[in-house]
Protein backbone atom coordinates (compact mmCIF):
# COMPACT_ATOMS: atom_id res chain seq x y z
CA UNK A 1 0.00 0.00 0.00
CA UNK A 2 1.45 3.58 -1.26
CA UNK A 3 2.67 5.78 2.13
CA UNK A 4 3.22 8.82 0.33
CA UNK A 5 0.15 11.55 0.90
CA UNK A 6 -1.29 13.15 -1.81
CA UNK A 7 -0.01 16.77 -2.33
CA UNK A 8 -2.98 19.63 -3.43
CA UNK A 9 -3.11 23.24 -3.13
CA UNK A 10 -6.69 22.89 -3.76
CA UNK A 11 -8.28 21.60 -0.12
CA UNK A 12 -6.38 21.17 3.03
CA UNK A 13 -9.09 17.97 3.89
CA UNK A 14 -7.69 16.26 0.54
CA UNK A 15 -4.02 16.30 1.96
CA UNK A 16 -4.11 13.25 4.05
CA UNK A 17 -6.00 11.16 1.30
CA UNK A 18 -3.66 8.95 -0.25
CA UNK A 19 -5.32 7.74 -3.12
CA UNK A 20 -7.65 9.15 -5.13
CA UNK A 21 -9.94 6.19 -7.15
CA UNK A 22 -13.51 7.57 -9.32
CA UNK A 23 -15.89 5.26 -10.07
CA UNK A 24 -17.58 5.95 -13.24
CA UNK A 25 -19.52 4.78 -15.86
CA UNK A 26 -20.98 6.28 -19.30
CA UNK A 27 -24.30 6.28 -18.44
CA UNK A 28 -26.65 5.18 -15.70
CA UNK A 29 -29.01 2.49 -14.69
CA UNK A 30 -25.61 -0.02 -14.60
CA UNK A 31 -24.70 -0.72 -11.14
CA UNK A 32 -21.97 1.30 -10.38
CA UNK A 33 -23.01 3.14 -7.05
CA UNK A 34 -23.60 -0.78 -5.78
CA UNK A 35 -19.77 -1.49 -7.28
CA UNK A 36 -19.12 2.24 -5.48
CA UNK A 37 -19.77 1.30 -2.10
CA UNK A 38 -19.26 -2.47 -2.20
CA UNK A 39 -15.54 -1.55 -3.44
CA UNK A 40 -15.21 1.04 -0.11
CA UNK A 41 -16.73 -1.77 2.10
CA UNK A 42 -14.10 -3.76 0.56
CA UNK A 43 -11.07 -1.92 0.66
CA UNK A 44 -12.14 -1.35 4.66
CA UNK A 45 -12.34 -4.94 5.40
CA UNK A 46 -8.52 -5.39 4.08
CA UNK A 47 -7.58 -2.98 7.20
CA UNK A 48 -7.71 -0.01 4.73
CA UNK A 49 -9.37 2.96 6.24
CA UNK A 50 -11.68 3.65 3.54
CA UNK A 51 -14.04 7.09 2.32
CA UNK A 52 -16.67 7.18 0.12
CA UNK A 53 -17.97 10.66 -1.67
CA UNK A 54 -21.24 10.74 -2.84
CA UNK A 55 -20.74 12.99 -6.55
CA UNK A 56 -24.39 11.89 -7.80
CA UNK A 57 -25.69 15.73 -6.98
CA UNK A 58 -28.77 14.68 -9.50
CA UNK A 59 -29.26 11.43 -8.05
CA UNK A 60 -27.35 10.77 -4.76
CA UNK A 61 -27.93 6.82 -3.43
CA UNK A 62 -25.44 6.40 -0.93
CA UNK A 63 -26.83 7.64 1.96
CA UNK A 64 -29.77 4.96 1.08
CA UNK A 65 -27.36 2.05 0.14
CA UNK A 66 -25.42 2.39 3.68
CA UNK A 67 -28.57 2.95 5.53
CA UNK A 68 -28.00 6.07 7.07
CA UNK A 69 -30.65 8.45 5.33
CA UNK A 70 -32.17 10.92 7.62
CA UNK A 71 -28.78 12.02 9.09
CA UNK A 72 -26.85 15.26 8.76
CA UNK A 73 -23.20 15.65 9.02
CA UNK A 74 -21.96 17.52 11.86
CA UNK A 75 -19.87 21.13 11.43
CA UNK A 76 -16.65 20.99 13.01
CA UNK A 77 -14.08 23.95 12.86
CA UNK A 78 -16.56 26.49 11.99
CA UNK A 79 -17.23 25.42 8.04
CA UNK A 80 -16.37 21.92 7.89
CA UNK A 81 -18.25 18.86 7.58
CA UNK A 82 -17.56 15.48 9.65
CA UNK A 83 -18.29 12.87 7.27
CA UNK A 84 -21.10 10.51 8.24
CA UNK A 85 -19.42 7.12 9.31
CA UNK A 86 -21.22 4.02 8.01
CA UNK A 87 -20.10 -0.01 8.29
CA UNK A 88 -16.77 1.29 9.08
CA UNK A 89 -16.11 3.74 6.23
CA UNK A 90 -16.72 7.65 6.35
CA UNK A 91 -19.05 9.23 3.93
CA UNK A 92 -20.24 12.38 2.23
CA UNK A 93 -23.09 12.94 0.04
CA UNK A 94 -25.50 16.05 -0.85
CA UNK A 95 -28.13 13.43 -0.14
CA UNK A 96 -27.26 14.22 3.53
CA UNK A 97 -27.65 18.01 3.18
CA UNK A 98 -31.45 18.25 1.68
CA UNK A 99 -34.47 16.32 1.64
CA UNK A 100 -34.64 13.06 -0.39
CA UNK A 101 -37.82 13.85 -2.13
CA UNK A 102 -36.29 17.17 -2.86
CA UNK A 103 -35.78 18.03 -7.13
CA UNK A 104 -32.29 19.04 -7.52
CA UNK A 105 -32.97 21.50 -10.34
CA UNK A 106 -29.67 23.16 -10.95
CA UNK A 107 -28.00 24.10 -13.80
CA UNK A 108 -24.41 23.05 -14.67
CA UNK A 109 -22.42 25.65 -12.50
CA UNK A 110 -24.30 25.30 -9.31
CA UNK A 111 -24.03 21.72 -9.46
CA UNK A 112 -20.16 21.91 -9.96
CA UNK A 113 -20.47 24.57 -7.11
CA UNK A 114 -22.10 21.85 -4.75
CA UNK A 115 -19.87 19.06 -5.95
CA UNK A 116 -16.40 21.03 -4.73
CA UNK A 117 -17.84 22.44 -2.12
CA UNK A 118 -18.70 19.05 -0.76
CA UNK A 119 -15.60 17.17 -1.84
CA UNK A 120 -13.25 20.16 -0.41
CA UNK A 121 -15.19 21.09 2.79
CA UNK A 122 -15.28 17.33 4.31
CA UNK A 123 -12.86 16.46 7.21
CA UNK A 124 -12.33 13.28 5.43
CA UNK A 125 -8.90 13.13 7.73
CA UNK A 126 -6.17 10.05 6.89
CA UNK A 127 -7.61 7.84 4.25
CA UNK A 128 -5.72 5.27 2.67
CA UNK A 129 -8.69 5.32 -0.45
CA UNK A 130 -11.32 7.87 -1.30
CA UNK A 131 -13.97 6.45 -3.72
CA UNK A 132 -15.38 9.10 -5.48
CA UNK A 133 -18.96 7.36 -6.28
CA UNK A 134 -19.00 9.75 -9.82
CA UNK A 135 -22.59 10.34 -11.88
CA UNK A 136 -22.76 8.85 -15.25
CA UNK A 137 -21.09 10.85 -18.42
CA UNK A 138 -18.68 12.76 -19.25
CA UNK A 139 -20.28 16.49 -18.65
CA UNK A 140 -18.98 19.25 -16.20
CA UNK A 141 -17.99 16.99 -12.88
CA UNK A 142 -16.38 15.08 -14.53
CA UNK A 143 -14.04 17.84 -16.09
CA UNK A 144 -14.18 19.67 -12.70
CA UNK A 145 -13.00 16.67 -10.79
CA UNK A 146 -9.95 16.43 -13.21
CA UNK A 147 -9.04 19.83 -12.84
CA UNK A 148 -9.36 20.34 -9.33
CA UNK A 149 -8.02 17.14 -7.62
CA UNK A 150 -4.94 14.74 -8.10
CA UNK A 151 -6.78 11.73 -9.42
CA UNK A 152 -5.11 8.41 -8.54
CA UNK A 153 -6.98 6.67 -11.15
CA UNK A 154 -10.38 5.66 -12.61
CA UNK A 155 -12.47 2.05 -12.12
CA UNK A 156 -15.10 1.74 -15.17
CA UNK A 157 -17.97 0.14 -14.61
CA UNK A 158 -20.27 -1.51 -17.28
CA UNK A 159 -22.53 -4.42 -18.17
CA UNK A 160 -21.80 -6.68 -21.37
CA UNK A 161 -24.70 -4.90 -23.49
CA UNK A 162 -23.40 -3.41 -26.60
CA UNK A 163 -24.58 -0.26 -25.62
CA UNK A 164 -23.21 0.11 -22.14
CA UNK A 165 -19.75 -1.09 -23.49
CA UNK A 166 -20.06 2.13 -26.21
CA UNK A 167 -20.66 4.52 -23.53
CA UNK A 168 -17.26 3.08 -20.93
CA UNK A 169 -15.61 3.66 -23.91
CA UNK A 170 -16.29 7.38 -23.91
CA UNK A 171 -15.71 7.03 -20.05
CA UNK A 172 -12.16 5.61 -20.95
CA UNK A 173 -11.85 7.67 -23.57
CA UNK A 174 -12.20 10.97 -21.40
CA UNK A 175 -9.84 9.97 -18.52
CA UNK A 176 -7.32 9.65 -21.55
CA UNK A 177 -7.59 12.94 -22.30
CA UNK A 178 -7.33 14.30 -19.08
CA UNK A 179 -4.68 12.12 -17.80
CA UNK A 180 -5.92 10.04 -15.66
CA UNK A 181 -5.21 6.29 -15.32
CA UNK A 182 -7.62 3.38 -15.93
CA UNK A 183 -7.48 0.78 -13.16
CA UNK A 184 -9.65 -1.52 -15.12
CA UNK A 185 -13.46 -2.93 -15.61
CA UNK A 186 -15.50 -4.14 -13.79
CA UNK A 187 -18.40 -6.17 -15.31
CA UNK A 188 -22.04 -6.01 -13.75
CA UNK A 189 -25.14 -8.11 -14.43
CA UNK A 190 -23.74 -10.60 -16.50
CA UNK A 191 -24.48 -13.91 -16.27
CA UNK A 192 -27.48 -15.11 -14.60
CA UNK A 193 -28.58 -18.13 -12.83
CA UNK A 194 -31.91 -18.95 -12.56
CA UNK A 195 -32.69 -19.55 -8.60
CA UNK A 196 -35.32 -22.33 -9.88
CA UNK A 197 -33.51 -24.49 -12.67
CA UNK A 198 -30.22 -23.57 -12.44
CA UNK A 199 -30.36 -22.61 -16.17
CA UNK A 200 -27.71 -20.28 -16.73
CA UNK A 201 -28.34 -17.67 -19.28
CA UNK A 202 -25.98 -14.05 -20.82
CA UNK A 203 -29.42 -11.24 -20.45
CA UNK A 204 -27.22 -8.88 -21.21
CA UNK A 205 -24.87 -10.31 -23.90
CA UNK A 206 -21.56 -11.99 -23.34
CA UNK A 207 -17.91 -11.25 -23.07
CA UNK A 208 -18.37 -7.44 -23.53
CA UNK A 209 -15.84 -6.19 -20.44
CA UNK A 210 -13.33 -8.62 -21.47
CA UNK A 211 -13.24 -7.39 -24.81
CA UNK A 212 -13.25 -3.88 -24.07
CA UNK A 213 -10.37 -4.05 -21.11
CA UNK A 214 -7.87 -6.14 -24.09
CA UNK A 215 -9.16 -3.27 -26.46
CA UNK A 216 -7.29 -0.34 -24.09
CA UNK A 217 -4.61 -2.70 -22.45
CA UNK A 218 -6.19 -2.52 -19.16
CA UNK A 219 -7.28 -4.75 -16.54
CA UNK A 220 -10.67 -6.55 -16.09
CA UNK A 221 -11.41 -6.43 -12.45
CA UNK A 222 -14.01 -8.82 -11.90
CA UNK A 223 -17.26 -9.87 -13.12
CA UNK A 224 -20.50 -9.87 -10.97
CA UNK A 225 -23.82 -12.06 -12.10
CA UNK A 226 -27.04 -10.46 -12.63
CA UNK A 227 -28.32 -11.22 -9.06
CA UNK A 228 -31.61 -9.82 -7.10
CA UNK A 229 -29.75 -10.02 -3.45
CA UNK A 230 -27.28 -7.73 -4.38
CA UNK A 231 -30.04 -4.65 -5.53
CA UNK A 232 -32.23 -6.28 -2.96
CA UNK A 233 -29.10 -5.86 0.11
CA UNK A 234 -28.48 -2.08 -1.01
CA UNK A 235 -32.07 -1.39 -1.03
CA UNK A 236 -32.05 -2.30 2.46
CA UNK A 237 -28.84 -0.70 3.65
CA UNK A 238 -26.54 -3.49 3.62
CA UNK A 239 -24.53 -3.97 0.61
CA UNK A 240 -23.31 -7.06 0.04
CA UNK A 241 -19.97 -7.08 1.20
CA UNK A 242 -21.20 -6.15 4.89
CA UNK A 243 -24.76 -8.08 4.45
CA UNK A 244 -22.26 -11.61 3.38
CA UNK A 245 -19.06 -10.84 3.59
CA UNK A 246 -18.32 -14.43 3.35
CA UNK A 247 -20.57 -15.20 0.87
CA UNK A 248 -19.41 -15.06 -3.05
CA UNK A 249 -20.67 -11.69 -4.14
CA UNK A 250 -18.49 -10.40 -1.27
CA UNK A 251 -15.57 -12.83 -2.97
CA UNK A 252 -15.56 -10.92 -5.82
CA UNK A 253 -15.65 -7.20 -4.43
CA UNK A 254 -13.01 -8.10 -2.25
CA UNK A 255 -10.74 -9.80 -5.55
CA UNK A 256 -11.85 -6.33 -6.86
CA UNK A 257 -10.89 -4.03 -3.97
CA UNK A 258 -7.37 -6.45 -3.77
CA UNK A 259 -6.32 -5.88 -7.49
CA UNK A 260 -6.81 -2.02 -7.13
CA UNK A 261 -4.81 -2.09 -4.27
CA UNK A 262 -2.11 -3.95 -5.84
CA UNK A 263 -2.37 -1.63 -9.20
CA UNK A 264 -2.24 1.56 -6.47
CA UNK A 265 0.61 -0.38 -4.68
CA UNK A 266 3.96 1.71 -5.07
CA UNK A 267 3.03 3.94 -7.08
CA UNK A 268 3.74 7.79 -6.92
CA UNK A 269 1.03 10.90 -6.04
CA UNK A 270 -0.71 12.17 -9.34
CA UNK A 271 0.65 15.25 -10.20
CA UNK A 272 -2.10 17.84 -11.25
CA UNK A 273 -3.75 16.38 -14.97
CA UNK A 274 -3.75 18.85 -17.87
CA UNK A 275 -7.04 18.74 -20.16
CA UNK A 276 -5.49 18.04 -24.06
CA UNK A 277 -7.90 18.50 -26.66
CA UNK A 278 -7.44 16.71 -29.91
CA UNK A 279 -9.92 16.01 -33.39
CA UNK A 280 -8.64 12.03 -32.53
Given at each position: ??????????????????????????????????????????????????????????????????????????????????????????????????????AMV????????????????????????????MPP?????????????????????????????????????????????????????????????????????????????????????????LDG????????????????????????????????????????????????????
Amino acid sequence: MRTEKVQTKFSPNLQEVRNIVVNASGKGGIGKSTTAVNLALALARHVAKTGLFDAAIYGPSQPMMLGVTGLRPQVVNGNQMEPITAHGIKCNSVGFLVDENQAMVWRGPMVVGAFNQILNDTAWGELDYLIIDMPPGTGDIQLSLAQSVPVTGAVIVTTPQDVALLDARRGIEMFKKVQVPILGVVENMGLHICSECGHQEHIFGEGGADRIASTYGVELLGALPLDGNIRAQCDAGTPAVSADPDGAVAGIYANIARRVQEQLSGTTPAAMPEISISDD
